[in-house]
């Protein structure tokens, strides 16, 4: 499986950028997919995913905090 990963920040035209590299190199484009499916399948809203997402802890950890079950 081939995957690109885009970082930009905000008004760096990412939103517009990452679509077209995407239909330019025949991949799907994926943007905030996995934490909307973690959502649904917890019962929880997108935002609540995305809150807990897998970054590092302030003690270093990585895994975010669990989410309970909605």
Do not use: H, K, N, W
Request: aromatic share 2%; net charge positive; hydrophobic share 35%.
């Amino acid at each position: 499986m081939r995957l690109v990963t885009i970082s930009a920040q905000y008004g760096a035209g990412g939103s517009s950028i990452a679509p077209a590299v995407a239909r330019a190199l025949g991949l799907p484009f994926v943007d905030r997919a996995i934490p909307v499916q973690v959502a649904r399948e917890l019962g929880v809203s997108t935002e609540e995913s995305l809150a807990r997402d897998d970054r590092p802890r302030p003690d270093g950890c990585r895994g975010g905090s669990p989410v309970p079950p909605g």
